[in-house]
Structures are given as C-alpha cells and as structure tokens.
Nanobody, 121 residues
Framework: VQLQASGGGLVQAGGSLRLPCAAS????????MGWFRQAPGKEREFVAA????????AYADSAKGRFTISRDNAKNTVYLQMNSLKPEDTAVYCC???????????????WGQGTLVTVSS
C-alpha cells in the first residue's frame, strides 16, 4: 500500500490543521493506520493510531486532548485533526500502515512521504 500525507503548512500557535493521508494500491480497510512525526534533530515518534474498523484509537501523551485521528475507508484516507497547536509540534508528519496494532515505529511496515508542519510562536 502506498501512502501520501498532505495538508502541512505554517500556522500560529493555538491554530489548527487537518492532515489527510491518502492510501493507494490496496484498500486501506484492512490496515491499522498510524501517524508519526519527526522534529529536527530528534527521532521519529508515535502520535496516534486507529484500528482498521475505526473503533479503537491511541494517542501519545503529547497529542491527547488536542489531536484526533479518524479514517474514511470508503475514501481510503486517514486524517489527523490537530488543534491548539504549539511550537513544539513543529515536525514532519507522516502516516504509516500495518496489518497489526502498534504504537511504535517498528510496528509499521508501510510508510508514506511526510508533510511539514511549522508552528510559530
């Protein structure tokens, strides 16, 4: 499955962005989908995950209460709604897919190109 994230950009602190990730090649419905981010000079880290049927979700502590992951299997797209953004949220955000549930980088087999989110103070 091929993945492509988009929707990044420059936003002021306190603002919102919605990142879509479109899947192609295979239907996304059988995959767990995850969002990860990598800030300059830091390792890639988990942000959020959603089960294949959309019922179960998980969030990093830094994302809880501010970010929401969702999916539309009919559109083969997973979304990350980010509210109350902070400068420390600045990073390249990418989506990933796997057949099995996971909240760490190593758990995912398929990765897409990222999209840069910059939050100004």
């Amino acid at each position: 499955v091929q993945l492509q994230a988009s929707g990044g950009g420059l936003v002021q602190a306190g603002g919102s962005l919605r990142l879509p990730c479109a899947a192609s090649g295979r239907t996304m419905s059988g995959y767990v989908m995850g969002w990860f981010r990598q800030a300059p000079g830091k390792e890639r880290e988990f942000v959020a995950a959603i089960s294949s049927n959309g019922i179960n979700t998980a969030y990093a502590d830094s994302a809880k209460g501010r970010f929401t992951i969702s999916r539309d299997n009919a559109k083969n797209t997973v979304y990350l709604q980010m509210n109350s953004l902070k400068p420390e949220d600045t990073a390249v955000y990418c989506c990933a897919a796997d057949r099995n549930w996971g909240v760490v980088v190593a758990a995912y087999d398929y990765w897409g190109q990222g999209t840069l989110v910059t939050v100004s103070s």
